[in-house]
């Protein structure tokens, strides 16, 4: 079975300093890592992902991620906040091992940033 | 190109009536999926289509939940007859890539369902 933790619900942070939300994931095999963000009274937004090569990964708005594979880790950090990135963020995993035809996400919990002006 | 889109955004009914929610995901995307977050809690996975097919619906909570997908297009997820439990935003998200499962789901906005 596949899980992925959140360890915070709730991450506060100056506008222009770097931001990190956290995410540790378990699967069986190799895993597929996702992030995706919500913006009030949106729907979920893809950021980035890792699959496999390079374990730090860039995608959207200057977000980056990075895979550590001995922590089981894929926090999400930003080198500087903007007010606009506060939203919910939500970290996924899909293990590769057991996919076959499975292709479900598993989600984290959730955390919700607030960046403070 | 538009996105995966839902209707309706939000549904309000009472308790033992029906909802049908729909999602038209992107077009060309095979691979159509159903997700739930109750109560703020984790998003959930319920089923997921190939096409027209159920590929896997191992997520679905109960029989009072049906998905269908004729003709490989639109979905729609019924609920009957709705329980207060079943509360929550129901997301639907599309793929593309139907061999290397390293496609990324692209969710639409989700349909927020108040069952009083």
């Known amino acids: 079975a596949q899980s992925v933790a959140q360890p915070e619900d709730q991450v506060n942070v100056a506008e222009g300093n770097p931001l990190t939300v956290k995410c540790t994931y378990s699967?069986?095999?190799?895993?597929?890592l996702f992030w995706y963000v919500q913006y009030p009274n949106r729907g979920l937004q893809f950021l980035l992902k890792?699959?496999?090569?390079?374990?730090l990964v860039k995608g959207s708005y200057g977000f980056e991620a990075e895979f550590n594979k001995s922590q089981t880790s894929f926090h999400l950090k930003k080198p500087s906040a903007l007010v606009s990135d506060s939203a919910l963020y939500f970290c996924?995993?899909?293990?590769?091992?057991?996919?076959?035809?499975?292709?479900?996400?598993?989600f984290g919990s959730g955390t919700q940033l607030t960046v403070l002006p | 190109e538009a996105g995966v889109t839902q209707f309706p955004s939000h549904s309000v009914i009472e308790k033992g009536q029906t909802v049908t929610l729909r999602c038209d995901p992107i077009?060309?995307?095979?691979?159509l999926y159903w997700y739930r977050r109750v109560m703020g809690k984790e998003i959930k996975f319920l089923l997921h289509?190939?096409?027209?097919?159920?590929?896997?619906e191992s997520g679905m909570p109960n029989n009072r939940f049906l998905a269908e997908r004729t003709g490989g297009t639109y979905s729609t997820l019924k609920v009957q007859p709705a329980e207060l439990e079943d509360s929550g935003v129901y997301f639907c998200?599309?793929?593309?890539?139907?061999?290397?499962?390293?496609?990324?789901?692209?969710f639409g906005p989700g349909t927020r369902l108040t069952v009083l």
């Open positions: 890792y699959i496999t090569g390079d374990n």
């Open positions: 077009s060309g995307h095979d691979n």
């Open positions: 998200a599309s793929s593309q890539d139907r061999s290397s499962g390293r496609d990324t789901q692209y």
């Open positions: 289509f190939v096409k027209e097919s159920k590929q896997d």
């Open positions: 699967v069986s095999g190799n895993p597929y």
């Open positions: 996924a995993v899909r293990d590769f091992i057991s996919s076959g035809s499975a292709r479900q996400l598993t």
